[in-house]
């Protein structure tokens, strides 16, 4: 498929965009906007991956667009087309989703219009060949994103998650104007093959990486730019939260990975150090955060933070390792990098699904309502098990193969001639591993909260499961995981073009290895095998059951749970959110959130309740965003009288000004 094929797709999108906007009431427009984006996207999708897999040549479009000397851009590329198809893949599953979804949206005219647009403006982004496109539809993106986040406006904090957003967004897109305006040069072309010709100086290069970094990375969400998206993913609707959470992030680190590895020229050593620490501080940053949440979109939004941070500190080793010689080990970070990449877009938008299910099932996000949901809900609940194992990284699901990749490359890090990287990486290696840890307990207690135990409100007893278009997307998504795990040579070989286009090495080939098994340095040194770990667990399981089933007593003996003498137990006796987090939070609190407990115990005797309460706080917003409000309304309020000045204060003003303008051309010259 050329690339005229995927921008008439784009056009199609917007399309159905403006025709939303006029025939949002129809009856049937939900249904039939969401047909168009599932169909336009899975084309899409299909093409993209067909274009990486048979390493076909890079296509190019210009259109008399954009700036009037240069025209609009457009180009796909190995990188392009392994983006596109994520972004498209994940667009699909949620069109198809909200098939069913949106038959329970309650705002859908304030969705349906800018739900293709969004979709529009991220291919928009990945296809883009020049910093104009580029930027246009990255701000095309986030804008309609944002008009996502507003639907439901009137529901508490949804104003101030789009506001945070909003604000944050523009400083990401001014960073990333300065970054392409500084990549240009002098000649003013920004045009990618122009930059690509010619390589900036050591400090222009070095200013260039901290404001993709912060530009990049404030969408992506690393810490400490993360502050709108535990905001933003919740206010939105559930298939929009799967889209910005699953995908919009991985347009973030498309636009990292595009302009540091294929814009930037070569790598400095020290360029892996920023991005490598901050990565691994998002990484336990965000799954502490995670744990410590009862609102269970606002769990996975933070875990969001976490994965992206795993992603950062595989970037980061490929960038130290690429400028330290060591292109085999940067290939197969990098390797690990975009193969968690596509991990995260599946996983993540399978939870944000099975989430959207529940909160429909239950009329709530808050864990402290929930519980038994999986004998009411048993699809659901199965397929969130899916998600929970692999986000997770437990084998054989496909978040443990780019975990593990992550951490074979750390590994090779001793033979580095840096001691800063030989120091920073071994850290961060024990922060990852940190992390992972605590992401395992972080989604024991979602899913123990929410789908095990009894009910805890009458919503939670009488949820249904949801529909079958809502169930189908994530069983498919399931399914994906399961395959993209037992099978991780396939995903590795498809990334090879990419690998070998930004590094200039790649992996061994792996699809030649027996039995599907993966060796990203060498058979002697390490090896894994998805496909008889997944035989192992699924054989060993059947026989511990046939094995209980018919060799154990016959006779079945029911009884009370023991409730330390008390008979008649209450449901809001089981284990809380809350007290499944209270040892993490105890541990960690004062130092990640300032935690602070105030405990209410009345004196024997005295029948009132016991009461906790937990104050907890985001460092990033309270040491730096807050002092940064603060100040702008300070300026605001003083910059507001001027409103009442008089025509002699107004002309003494403009007097100064003028005074001022004069002392600076004459210092000039």
Not at 310 to 326: E, K, P
Not at 472 to 483: D, E, K
């Amino acid at each position: 498929m050329p690339l005229v094929g995927f921008f008439i797709g784009d056009v199609v999108l917007l399309v159905a965009g403006v025709a939303a906007l006029i025939w949002g009431r129809h009856r049937r427009a939900s249904d039939v906007v969401h047909a168009v984006t599932f169909a336009t996207s899975l084309l899409s999708c299909g093409a993209a991956a067909l274009h990486l897999l048979t390493s076909a040549a890079p296509s190019t479009l210009v259109l008399p667009l954009g700036l009037p000397w240069s025209g609009a851009h457009f180009r796909i590329d190995a990188l392009s087309a392994f983006f596109l198809a994520v972004v498209d893949f994940g667009a699909a599953a949620a069109s198809l989703y909200a098939v069913g979804y949106g038959r329970h949206e309650h705002e859908p005219r304030r969705v349906l219009p800018f739900f293709p647009v969004f979709l529009a403006g991220m291919n928009l982004v990945v296809i883009a060949d020049d910093a104009f496109a580029f930027l246009l539809a990255w701000e095309f993106m986030s804008l309609a994103s944002w008009a996502l986040v507003m639907a439901h406006h009137r529901e508490a904090g949804n104003a101030r998650a789009g506001l945070v957003y909003i604000v944050m967004a523009s400083a990401g897109t001014f960073a990333l104007l300065l970054a392409f305006g500084l990549l240009a040069g002098p000649d003013g072309d920004f045009a990618f093959a122009a930059i690509r010709a010619h390589e900036p100086a050591a400090p222009v290069a070095a200013a260039i990486l901290g404001l993709v970094l912060f530009g990049a990375g404030s969408k992506a969400g690393l810490v400490p730019l993360h502050v709108w998206l535990p905001l933003a993913h919740p206010a939105a609707p559930s298939h929009v939260s799967a889209l910005m959470s699953g995908v919009m992030t991985k347009v973030a680190v498309y636009a990292f990975v595009r302009v540091v590895f294929d814009l930037l020229g070569p790598a400095a050593w020290w360029w892996g150090v920023p991005v490598l620490v901050s990565g691994a501080i998002t990484a336990v940053v965000g799954v502490l955060h995670a744990l410590v949440q009862s609102d269970l979109k606002r769990v996975l939004a933070y875990s969001t933070i976490e994965n992206i941070g795993v992603v950062f500190v595989g970037l980061g080793l490929a960038l130290g390792f690429q400028a330290s010689g060591f292109v085999g080990a940067a290939a197969l970070a990098m390797t690990a990098a975009l193969y968690h990449v596509l991990n995260h877009s599946l996983f993540k938008s399978l939870l944000f699904f099975g989430a959207g299910a529940v909160v429909t099932a239950t009329g709530s996000r808050d864990l402290g309502r929930m519980g038994g949901l999986l004998n009411r809900m048993p699809l659901t609940g199965f397929f969130m098990l899916v998600g929970c194992a692999a986000i997770s990284a437990l084998p054989p699901l496909n978040g443990f193969v780019s975990e593990w990749l992550v951490f074979q490359s750390i590994l090779l890090s001793p033979a580095l001639p840096s001691w800063a990287l030989k120091l920073s990486i071994p850290a961060a290696g024990a922060m990852l591993a940190l992390a992972a840890a605590l992401a395992g307990a972080c989604f024991v207690r979602l899913y123990g909260t929410a789908f095990l135990g009894r009910p805890r409100a009458a919503e939670a007893g009488e949820a249904v499961e949801v529909d079958r278009f809502s169930t189908t997307v994530m069983g498919g998504l399931a399914v994906a995981c399961l395959l993209t795990g037992i099978f991780p040579g396939q995903v590795i070989d498809a990334v090879s073009p990419i690998v070998y286009a930004l590094i200039g090495a790649g992996m061994p080939t792996q699809s030649t290895l027996p039995w599907t098994s993966i060796a990203p340095i060498a058979e002697s040194r390490s090896s894994y095998n998805g496909l008889l770990v997944f035989l192992f667990i699924v054989s060993s399981g059947t026989l511990a059951a046939y094995v209980v089933h018919r060799l154990a007593s016959n006779a079945v003996r029911r009884a009370p749970a023991w409730d330390c003498g008390f008979p008649d137990a209450d449901p809001r006796t089981q284990y809380s959110a809350e007290s499944f987090a209270q040892p993490i939070r105890r541990v960690f609190g004062s130092i990640a959130f300032r935690a602070r407990e105030r405990v209410d115990m009345p004196a024997p005797g005295d029948l009132r309740p016991a009461r906790l309460d937990v104050d907890m706080k985001d460092l990033a917003w309270e040491f730096l965003y807050a002092p940064l409000v603060g100040l702008i309304g300070r300026l605001a309020r003083g910059f507001n009288r001027v409103q009442l000045f008089t025509i002699r204060q107004y002309l003494a003003l403009v007097f100064a000004a003028l005074v001022f303008l004069l002392m600076v051309l004459a210092s000039w010259s």
